[in-house]
């Protein structure tokens, strides 16, 4: 089946700066790689998803970048505010429908 | 829409007794699915169903049970509760048919088994 590692388990950064959290994959079928951000006692939510027929998609400060050769993605987030704060949750998915997920990175965004 | 619902909210059993964690969605969705989160091991799917009628074993299947009977529906049957099973329980459904299309979840349930 899928694997998905994700890194880094845990991210401190100051305000303003920049945060990066990377993923790769391992089944040449997925074609679907979301993010999900998850505040502590909440439940997970998409804030930007990016299809293998895409190279990169950015929202407003967050951006998505997808390697296809490499099978890895990264998540980008620019001037991070005290509000990010979170768990970050990559996703990799078929056309099963079945998500696998990584193991979360816990960004810290320290005033 | 109210989206995914889940209930109960929290729930504290005692070793070998069972229960049903109910999940209802009202977005006409077609997969659903239950996760389990537990500190440091991110979400690790159980069973998953594509419609009505039609269930899957996930990654961590074991002490659970599934059934699909209409589309808005899918309660995850504990069978005998361990405490290996304290967790917090995620229902997801998705809009199948866009095969490329996000997870919306539920609120969760936080079970604690003693």
């Known amino acids: 089946g899928e694997n998905v590692e994700q890194h880094p388990s845990t991210l401190s950064v100051q305000e303003g700066d920049s945060a990066v959290i990377k993923c790769t994959y391992s089944?040449?079928?997925?074609?679907?790689f979301p993010w999900y951000k998850q505040e502590l006692g909440k439940r997970p939510q998409l804030i930007i998803d990016?299809?293998?027929?895409?190279g990169e998609k950015k929202d407003q400060r967050i951006a998505v970048t997808l390697n296809k050769t490499a099978k890895h993605f990264s998540l980008h987030i620019t001037e991070t505010q005290p509000e990010d704060s979170a768990v970050y949750f990559c996703?990799?998915?078929?056309?099963?429908?079945?998500?696998?997920f990584g193991d979360g990175t816990t960004l810290t965004v320290k005033p | 829409n109210a989206g995914v619902t889940q209930t109960p909210k929290f729930q504290v059993l005692k070793t070998g007794q069972s229960m049903t964690l109910q999940c209802a969605q009202d977005?006409?969705?077609?997969?659903m699915s239950w996760y389990r989160q537990d500190p440091g091991m991110g979400l690790r799917l159980i069973h998953y169903?594509?419609?009505?009628?039609?269930?899957d074993q996930g990654e961590v299947p074991n002490g659970y049970n599934v059934s699909r009977s209409t589309t808005e529906d899918f309660p995850l049957r504990l069978l005998s509760a361990a405490p290996s099973q304290t967790s917090v329980y995620f229902c997801?459904?998705?809009?199948?048919?866009?095969?490329?299309?996000?997870?919306?979840f539920g609120n969760g349930t936080r079970l604690t088994v003693t």
């Open positions: 990016i299809r293998s027929n895409v």
């Open positions: 169903s594509v419609g009505a009628g039609i269930t």
């Open positions: 996703a990799a998915s078929t056309n099963a429908g079945k998500s696998t």
């Open positions: 089944d040449s079928a997925s074609n679907y």
């Open positions: 977005m006409n969705h077609e997969y």
């Open positions: 997801a459904s998705s809009a199948y048919r866009d095969s490329n299309s996000p997870l919306h």
